[in-house]
């Protein structure tokens, strides 16, 4: 279901932002959904030193009620369901897609989207048995989830070829063409549900056997896992995990762990590949690739921009792997994953824009209120066979965009550059099970000049 809503006015959307983010907040965010006035729209990429929607929420947004397809408060201008016939499942769109939705750049979108976990393959692809079997009661199970796992057959689905990530788009950002900059402000992220799950499966994790059963570089097999004896190269090990007061809470026996919740969309891009093959490997949702996609960035939350290359007119920008919490690295294979409801203000960046920054034109690129996050992966061709896996490449590429981004867009001599990230900056794995690594940058603002 696609909903194109009214904006609200601004006395509504004024106590809505007051309400989430607090006074303080309210007038550096007051932009991003038009609270400064009825009908307006921010379509420039202006810069005042961080991201416009860099609201600071306290805690994660945690429902009252599981949000359902099209409940709850939509304030959006847009609204799009993850409908079966709206989402692919394991596979990006293409650069000829048939958009799922239009929208004016500097409006907003709100995305009901879908994890993946708890329909599945070898879940059972039932998600009403598989969350009764962990005490969830069957109301409490997303009715689109159970929709795309009894029902969809938009692509013929391989277990063991095909991503796992149900994919909501594109959408068809107007003024976006070849050259541009599509840039994706997460505004708002709520729970949909108050749980989520995290998966080891296909003996991928950072402790994978390698196919030919024997152990990696620098572990022995019985360092393995999930341990080789228990895994069978295909066996799902999932720990179940509630959310509650802001923190996911996983049991171990008689311990209970806790950690504090941070959600965000592990997967958001644009489409790269003109291959119509709708199940072609270049489409495989599971490699990040130059127009973004399974990033696995965990600060690119709410109050974050991902600045994206486009590739084709409209931008084609789609969604999706959303995560309750995760941690650098994702070693064991998937975050906390759970799904999400997420507004989104998409805009477009043009040439020669200096308040976007140079390298986005050609590489993915975030920013926080406090940092800037340049990316470095393996192998941004997406490719999943034969792809290159070095972590060393991943973090070269990142240092590189880091110095280009100081140099060209900050004015600060390259060689000074390179002793100021030594001194100053944080590296960080984004992820190491991607088949394409991750690495990410965070150079904190604080004491560069800004970005004008």
Not at 176 to 190: F, M, Q, S, W, Y
Request: hydrophobic share 35%; charged share 25%; glycine share 12%.
């Amino acid at each position: 279901m696609t909903v194109s809503r009214g904006v609200p006015s601004p006395a509504d959307t004024a106590d809505r932002l007051s309400r989430s983010f607090g006074r303080r907040r309210f007038l550096q965010i007051a932009s991003a959904v038009g609270a400064a006035g009825a009908g307006s729209t921010l379509v420039g990429c202006s810069h005042d030193g961080a991201p416009a929607a860099a609201a600071s929420s306290t805690s994660p947004g945690i429902p009252g009620e599981i949000l359902q397809p099209g409940s709850g408060s939509l304030q959006a201008d847009h609204y799009l369901a993850s409908e079966v016939d709206m989402v692919l499942w394991g596979y990006l769109p293409s650069t000829d897609s048939e958009p799922v939705l239009r929208m004016k750049s500097g409006e907003t979108v709100t995305v009901d989207t879908v994890s993946h976990e708890g329909i599945l393959e070898d879940q059972g692809r039932d998600p009403d048995s598989w969350f009764g079997e962990k005490g969830v009661d069957r109301a409490d199970v997303l009715d689109d989830a159970r929709e795309i796992a009894a029902n969809y057959d938009r692509t013929p689905r391989d277990f063991d070829k095909d991503g796992p990530h149900i994919v909501t788009g594109p959408i068809f950002v107007e003024g976006a063409e070849p050259g541009d900059v599509l840039k994706v402000e997460t505004l708002e992220t709520t729970l949909r549900v108050p749980y989520g799950v995290v998966s080891s499966r296909h003996g991928k994790g950072a402790l994978r056997a390698m196919p030919d059963g024997k152990a990696p570089d620098g572990i022995d097999l019985d360092e393995v896992m999930p341990p080789v004896g228990a895994d069978g190269r295909g066996e799902n090990v999932s720990v179940f995990t509630r959310a509650q007061d802001g923190r996911g809470i996983m049991t171990s026996g008689e311990l209970e762990l806790s950690f504090p919740l941070r959600p965000f969309m592990g997967m958001m891009g644009v489409a790269t590949t003109d291959d119509g093959d709708a199940t072609a490997e270049s489409r495989n949702s599971i490699p990040p690739t130059l127009g973004g996609g399974n990033i696995d960035i965990r600060h690119l939350a709410v109050g974050s921009a991902l600045y994206l290359p486009v590739f084709t007119d409209g931008a084609l920008f789609y969604t999706g792997d959303p995560h309750h919490g995760m941690g650098d690295g994702e070693v064991a294979l998937t975050a906390m994953e759970g799904s999400l409801r997420t507004t989104f203000r998409l805009t477009v960046c043009k040439r020669g824009d200096r308040s976007t920054p140079s390298v986005a034109f050609s590489y993915p690129f975030g920013e926080t209120e406090d940092a800037w996050i340049p990316i470095g992966l393996s192998d941004p061709d997406g490719l999943v066979n034969g792809s290159d896996r070095d972590l060393n490449v991943a973090m070269r590429r990142a240092v590189v965009n880091a110095l280009d981004f100081l140099e060209t867009d900050l004015g600060i001599e390259r060689a000074v550059a390179y002793a100021y990230l030594s001194a100053a900056s944080d590296f960080a794995l984004s992820q190491v099970v991607d088949i394409t690594t991750g690495v990410h940058g965070l150079i904190y603002k604080d004491g560069l000049p800004t970005l004008t």
